[in-house]
């Protein structure tokens, strides 16, 4: 028996809702502090993290219908693949005038709140199915 995940948009909106809302804040606060050094480094952190994570969360959709071999294969394969992505970018982004540690603190607030939001959403999936 297979389990299917029936709210995928829920769980995406539960997901992408506070990354956005902490990666836009954490721009806007990064642009006051540091200019337009601080907005290049919120917006590369902010595109780099969704499409990293919509990666993560597509392979999420995908697990439950393939083996476990072929689940571990894919996880293992767009993990590897992220790994080259993100060292491709830091070298190609390295000539950009943004702040380092500006991106690296927001691309990681950002990260946190997406996973916090999938955890929220997955942990309470049962009692929202049961409520409605």
């Known amino acids: 028996m297979k389990f299917r995940m029936k709210y995928q948009r829920e769980f995406l909106i539960f997901s992408m809702l506070p990354s956005l809302i902490i990666g836009v804040v954490g721009t806007i606060f990064a642009s006051v502090v540091l200019g337009s050094e601080g907005f ?4 590369f952190a902010l595109f780099l993290v969704f499409i990293f994570l919509m990666v993560h969360f597509l392979v999420l959709i995908v697990a439950p219908r393939i083996s476990p071999i072929r689940t571990m294969a894919l996880a293992m394969g767009s993990f590897f693949i992220k790994v080259i992505v993100v060292i491709l970018c830091l070298f190609t ?3 950009i005038a943004m702040n380092k540690r500006a991106f690296g603190i927001i691309a990681i607030a950002t990260m946190t709140a997406w996973l916090s939001g999938e955890i929220w959403a997955y942990s309470t999936a049962w009692t929202r199915k049961n409520r409605w």
């Open 93 to 95: 982004l390295d000539p």
């Open 40 to 43: 290049t480094a919120g917006i």
